[in-house]
T-cell receptor
Framework: DAGVIQSPRHEVTEMGQEVTLRCKLI?????LFWYRQTMMRGLELLIY????????DSGMPEDRFSAKMPNASFSTLKIQPSEPRDSAVYFC???????????FGQGTRLTVV | DAKTTQPPSMDCAEGRAANLPCNHS???????VYWYRQIHSQGPQYIIH???NNETNEMASLIITEDRKSSTLILPHATLRDTAVYYC????????????FGTGTSLTVIP
């Protein structure tokens, strides 16, 4: 398995534009996490899905952020409209059913100018 | 709420054992101790986890004190590639509880 795959690896966009980050889970995994990492705040959990259903979105900073799992193997994180303070590295991670460690993707480095 | 305390940074000589401490004094009886590391610009990587017994795998050893209020991750022969930020996390196994990362320990392996 190729692991958790995120795209794009780098994204530069202008303030106000819509940004969509993508994540492909490891086959057979049923839990999906989105994290954001900045120097100031470290690794923050944004949202967690289990079996395609959002379980905890308390970490989503505001209504400009939304996340979906249209199927069991794919997720998107959308920011609309984007702001410079959204600049960060965004990671997704997946975990198999029941137990086991979370496997992280390589991240998407987002820069909003 | 990360529920763990780690020193912000440590150095270790190449080839020597690296011992990374973690305090988790409020750990509950059903919470496991997990260790992850993050090499610069990469996603966090799982290392090891345990409940109360010491654990060892091909990457590291985990020593958990009898009262479970602290643990130590041991890299037996540190290499330059082990330079990374190491995170200690406590969570309940087999539940929906997600992984909350603290600030971690930045380990630098010196040639």
């Amino acid at each position: 398995d190729a692991g958790v795959i995120q795209s794009p690896r780098h994204e530069v966009t202008e303030m106000g534009q819509e940004v969509t980050l993508r994540c492909k889970l490891i086959s057979g995994h049923n839990s999906l996490f989105w994290y954001r990492q900045t120097m100031m705040r470290g690794l923050e959990l944004l949202i967690y899905f289990n079996n395609n259903v959002p379980i905890d979105d308390s970490g989503m900073p505001e209504d400009r952020f939304s996340a979906k799992m249209p199927n069991a193997s794919f997720s998107t994180l959308k920011i609309q409209p984007s702001e410079p303070r959204d600049s960060a590295v965004y990671f997704c991670a997946s975990r198999p059913h029941g137990e086991g460690e979370a496997f992280f993707g390589q991240g998407t480095r987002l820069t909003v100018v | 709420d990360a529920k763990t305390t780690q020193p912000p940074s440590m150095d270790c000589a190449e080839g020597r054992a690296a011992n990374l401490p973690c305090n988790h004094s409020t750990i509950s009886g059903n919470e496991y101790v997990y260790w992850y590391r993050q090499i610069h610009s990469q996603g966090p990587q799982y290392i090891i986890h345990g409940l109360k017994n010491n654990e060892t795998n091909e990457m590291a050893s985990l020593i958990i004190t009898e009262d479970r209020k602290s643990s130590t991750l041991i890299l037996p022969h540190a290499t330059l590639r082990d330079t990374a930020v190491y995170y200690c996390i406590v969570r309940v196994q087999n539940t929906g509880n997600q992984f909350y990362f603290g600030t971690g320990t930045s380990l630098t392996v010196i040639p």
